[in-house]
């Protein structure tokens, strides 16, 4: 009795265990859209605003991206009737991929954002979810092929920044991407980050440095005057020569962590370079392999490691924007390992004649590299699965995305436009659809956008792409999905179904038999392993009875299955590590929405006070604006670096830091002054003034900085999230 209760005890925490992952999960998709939304519109509101002050637009033209913020909360269709087609329409694009990928071929530039979000974060914004997962795949391989078949020459594959390379982009920085490149990359990012010297080795920066630390006495004016200096330095020399070993050394172990995680990179990352070498191979038989593993590596390494190394703020794998030498720092080492993962010849992967010393080290590393980038892309498969996956939908209550009604218009916008290319046929079930929905509704107001539920379902018996399902509401029971009906194909379709339901619910390996294990599994609380039990029994007893599966043979495919499964324990353990790390980045993405937000908020407030200085006339207008901020604000150095405002300040001595404070004020909306000043004295050390369009424009730099003369330098966007939150917001005690 006692080990019965253990059992149970086991078993609830296994589900436990499992519950909390999947909420934690379906938060992580959930925010992880609000977060491209917000972030889509502060880039917005940041060009528009400094247009606003320029008087290049009027206040009405922001007025609607002013109603809310994030994705719009929940709402319902009013026509029940066009629901039901929209719900049609979303379960013919999300099952047969083909559409969306000639969509993607066919939009415009200022028309692959919205095509994007939407794809992306609705159509297959389940990040988790193996079905979906597996379709937007689907999605991905059909559009690259369309890429390689209109691609006239090897050099011009995935160069262009189409829909497809962005959509690629996105996908690497979903949820299991940020997984992998906090697990893989943040401890020896952070402690790269963390080294005060510098790398610098452009021989003439190197010389700056010295002649401003005294080291060398400035004699010479002209930049060929300087260089030549430079190079024949030998204080330069030595310390170009040091660095560059440094340099070399950080590299290898950037490279060491990457490859000793290989099997920690997410599935569809190495699936999609998978595609690449096939597609490669199929379309350009004439490329050398160095040709192939370049190509995957400008994939993998440009497009998604190295922004992580380079802006690891970005992808908060830091809390706040590193100062300029540490970025400076990680830019040399990203040049390397791309110019390592550029397997042409080293003299060809090396641009700048400051990197010709590294020459040696990445033609040693190239072939390292090259093996890493063919492992990379041994995965199996998912087409059997996706089959199975989409068999088990039929079994489902419902298949349900979310989506906004603006995404819903915009997609159906885009089917309308560009049907003559992705249903060139009458009969095609695309047009019937699209004949019944009518044409296109206009995209609404901010204010009146809702996010709605589509339960998806097919009206039609037979699949319009093969392989492709019945509704899930129309499905009486299983249903035998396509597959091969030869005893050893219903084996190997039983098999992937047993190691299903072992994985997702391993106490039913313990027991001894595989129909005890099955009936111990439809007693499970889970609805999800129930359904799972149902249909293997269901598919077991189909072969015994068609196809003559011998009831040994059944014994013995369960016992196959359990030897190749790990022990509940390990599954156990390997589940609660999951959570931990899924936990970091949940909390990571909430504290980013929560940047965002702040951000948004901001100028929202700073357009406010632009309107009702509009709407109340000029005087008094700024006379409450003044009113509100005529007190200077004091902060101190040390806040400004807790806050991430201040990332670097040159030459103030530790011991004089803690006296050091800013006075920052704002008498006319969109100017502030930035005053430094020392305990004890009087005058300030230095003051600055900003105007907001100064600020804004620099946004969109890779390092957007401003600096105080030479002692400061301040990040540009938390700098405009403190001043907009301190001056503008209004004392609502919001």
Known sequence: MAGAESLLREEDAFLGVQRQ????????????????????????????????????????????????????????????????????????????PEYLAKLTRSVSMNQIDGLLEAVMFSVYGNQYEHREEHLLLSMFEAALKYEFQEATEFTSLLRANTAITRMMTTYTRRGPGEVYLRDALREIIVELVGRTDSLEINPIKVYEEMVESGEVHAEHKSFSEKMAAAEQHEGVRSRVAERIRNLEKLARSFLDAIIQSIDQVPYGIRWLCKAIRQLVQQHFPEATEENVTSLIGGFYVLRFLNPSIVTPHAYRLIPHQPRYGARRNMTLVAKILQSVANQSHASAAVKESYMQPFKPFIQAEQSRMRTFLNELCEVPDFHDAMELEQYLTLCQPEVSIDITLNEIYLIHDLLVTYKHVLAPELSDHLNEILHDLGPPEARLKRKDDVQVTLQLFSRWDAAPEPGELTSPAAATGPQKPPRD???????QNCKQLLMKLLRLYPPCAEEPTLMKALQVAQQSPSQEVKLHAEVTLSQVLTAQEQCGLPDDDGHALYQECRGLLPKQQSVQDRQEQELQSLTMVYETIK?????????????????EAVRKKVGTGTKQGMAAYRRRSQSPIKVTLTQLEKDGVLIESKGIPAARRDNIYFMILSDTPGTYQVSMHYKGRSKEVLAKTFHLEEVLEMQHLRDPVLQLEDFVVLDARRVLTLLNRTFIKPSTGR
Do not use: W
């Not at 009906?485 to 084996?491: H, I, N, P, R, Y």
């Open 485 to 491: 009906t030869s005893l050893e194909g219903v084996k």
């Open 591 to 607: 504290d980013h929405g929560n940047y965002l937000s702040e951000q948004f908020d901001a100028y929202r407030e700073y357009l």
């Open 21 to 96: 992952l999947k909420e934690l999960k379906a938060n992580i998709s959930h925010m992880s859209k609000n977060n491209f939304v917000l972030e889509r519109d502060v880039r917005f509101l940041e060009q528009r605003i400094a247009l606003l002050i320029n008087h290049r637009i009027s206040y009405e033209e922001l007025a609607d991206r002013l109603e809310g913020e994030g994705v719009p909360l929940g709402g319902s269709f009013r026509d029940d009737m066009k629901r039901q087609y929209y719900s049609n329409l979303f379960f013919l694009l999300q099952t047969a």
